[in-house]
């Protein structure tokens, strides 16, 4: 496996339940960046896959979304690493279309897109809807306390029996590496 695929809000950056609608409002988590330079410094690939749904909501808009992604991966580029893309859903949770996590959309496109298996890849979130579309394409799903991630577990915890927690992405990105050199 050498795809792996992030949620963005709670996983890199604070989340907010006012939603991230600006640059100022984007600010990483402790280690998020450096964690994604490990991870591309271990061999892996990068990518962002994320439900914005602020867009359909009227809270922002494409413009802000880019500038915010700039900013992204101008840090992660800064502590020398990088995302290979950011694949993002829109739409509202009542649109019905099929990117929104937890349908699988983005993950199939990232496949496509890559030439990978959806279920070659891991990906990481914060919520039950990120854990909810790994499992709809078999992928690897892996759960961070950051963010939602606590209150999810919480909640769901009897449901996400044998999923793989970290307390944050530096402690996933840290373990997974470290496990691959020792494999080596």
Known sequence: MTLIVLDRDGVINEDSDEYIKSVEEWVPIEDSVESIARLNNGGYRVIVATNQSGIARGLLDLEALTQIHQKMHRLVQEAGGSIEAVF????????????RKPKPGLLHEIARRTGEPASDMIVVGDSLRDIEA????????????TGKGERTLTKHRKRLEGVEIYDC????????????????
């Open 169 to 184: 992405l530096a402690s996933f990105a840290l373990r997974l590496v470290e496990t691959a050199e020792a494999a080596d």
């Open 88 to 99: 993002f859903c829109p739409h509202g949770p009542d649109d019905a279309c099929e990117c």
């Open 134 to 145: 790994a499992w709809a394409v078999g992928a690897r799903p892996v759960l961070v306390r």
